[in-house]
């Protein structure tokens, strides 16, 4: 966590310049964005946690579509940020191990790009979590990069620095969703659009009763 954090307290700022206007290039992240807020809506709504919510574009997103959601980030830069450029929104400093909300609190969670850094062995403690706070029914989104592989990033968004991503399996994302209690939706993957270096996978899932 230290080292994810510390990388992105450095890059906070050029990221968030980078990919504003990300979701205006990609059909794919804002249909599965507006699938999960419909999944969300349809299951009687509620509060919904944008969990590594980095800058908070997707929690802004989120927000035009009516959603009421909260962005956590582990990065105090990060949510600095988010707070800046979405002053009508909350934000809260904390760790997707460790969320700050009671069981069952959240109608749905999305994990955007989010779940690549934490090591092989602590993904399915990371599940269990999202299981804790989401309530029975409600949606849970995932998008990553697919793969196998890990990646080390020693240059990234203008900045020295020292940080691992892992590309996540998508058959083994669907076995730590259904150890974690959650039910399969939807998933797809996508073929990498440059400069994407590889697919990306989406993963829409339903917390069983």
């Known amino acids: 966590m230290t080292e994810t954090r510390t990388a992105y307290d450095l890059v906070a700022e050029d990221y968030a310049a980078l990919l504003r206007d990300d979701l205006a290039q990609s059909e794919y992240d804002r249909a599965m964005l507006g699938v999960f807020a419909e999944q969300v809506a349809r299951a009687g709504g509620g509060l919904v946690g944008d969990l590594g919510c980095g800058p908070g574009r997707i929690t802004g997103h989120l ?63 990371l599940y269990s979590e999202f299981a804790r706070v989401v309530r029975p029914g409600g949606a849970l989104l995932l998008a990553f990069q697919a793969g196998q592989d890990i990646v080390h990033l020693t240059h990234a968004y203008g900045h020295d620095i020292d940080l691992r991503t892992r590309r996540q399996d998508p058959a083994a994302v669907l076995r730590r969703l259904d150890d974690a209690g959650f039910e399969l939706l939807a998933e797809f993957v996508t073929q990498p659009v440059p400069p994407q270096k590889s697919p990306q996978g989406y993963v829409l899932a339903r917390r069983r009763s």
């Open 63 to 125: 927000a035009a579509l009516g959603m009421d959601v909260v962005g956590i980030d582990l990065s105090p830069r990060m949510v600095d940020v988010a707070r800046r450029e979405h002053p009508a929104l909350r934000f809260e400093v904390a760790s997707m191990a460790a969320l700050p909300f009671a069981d069952g609190e959240l109608a749905g969670a999305l994990a955007w790009y989010s779940v690549i850094h934490t090591p092989e062995e602590r993904q399915p403690e």
